[in-house]
């Protein structure tokens, strides 16, 4: 299986916002409402900000928000902040019963 | 707090065989799915393997299947993956994490394990 479909990179000044998209198929993000979003800081294991397509854990800020729309699941983050600045990754589950990431996006906050 | 420590990688030759641990600990570990997931020098995150809290289910990446195998001791709170036949492209960072959701969101990760394949 292809990697789910992200930019390699995004960038923006503090305080704005900015929005990763992730493109799978039907056999993914298409059929299934089972997309997560993960941050990963450079050196540091991945950490779950959205989970289910638009819900967040407990502890993670409101400015992260999930949506999807067809094959297409987008991450947007609002108010952005330095610490913002990682690694960000979706996934998916599949028909295949297995997950599926996408190749990741590095996000720069000017 | 919940807690995931593996351990197990090292430096191996092609085609040899490596097993990894991963230790769970602040939660019910017999109740939840666990997964392994790695990552490449340089390179995104790729889903390896998951299995069910009573090793019922098992599913695996079509990159690993039938050279890897994903277990688990619930008495010993111990997630495992024994990695054989192993390639240069298995070299990785190996996460392991919680499975939530339906097994379909991963909540914790562990801070990895390093498996280094080189003659």
């Known amino acids: 299986q292809s990697a789910l479909t992200q930019p390699a990179s995004v960038s923006g000044s503090p305080g704005q916002s900015i929005t990763i998209s992730c493109t799978g198929t039907s056999s993914d993000i298409g059929g299934y409402n089972h997309v997560s979003w993960y941050q990963q800081h450079p050196g540091k294991a991945p950490k779950l900000m959205i989970f289910d397509v638009s819900d967040r854990p407990s502890g993670v800020p409101d400015r992260f928000s999930g949506s999807k729309s067809g094959s297409t699941a987008s991450l947007t983050i609002s108010g952005l902040q330095a610490e913002d600045e990682a690694d960000y990754y979706c996934s998916s589950y599949t028909s295949r019963k297995t997950l599926l990431f996408g190749g990741g996006t590095k996000l720069t906050v000017l | 707090e919940v807690q995931l420590e593996e351990s197990g990688g090292g430096l191996v030759q092609p085609g040899g065989s490596l097993r990894l641990s991963c230790a769970a600990s602040g939660f019910t570990f017999s109740i939840y799915w666990m997964h392994w997931v790695r990552q490449a020098p340089g390179k995104g995150l790729e889903w390896v393997s998951r299995v069910k809290n009573d090793e019922s289910e098992i599913t695996y990446a079509d990159s690993v299947k039938g050279r890897f195998t994903i277990s688990r001791d619930n008495a010993k709170n111990t997630l495992f993956l024994q990695m054989n036949s192993l390639r240069a492209e298995d070299m990785a960072v190996y996460y392991c994490?919680?499975?939530?959701?339906?097994?379909?969101?991963?909540?914790?990760w562990g801070q990895g394990t390093t498996v280094t394949v080189s003659s």
């Open positions: 994490a919680r499975g939530v959701g339906g097994s379909r969101n991963l909540d914790a």
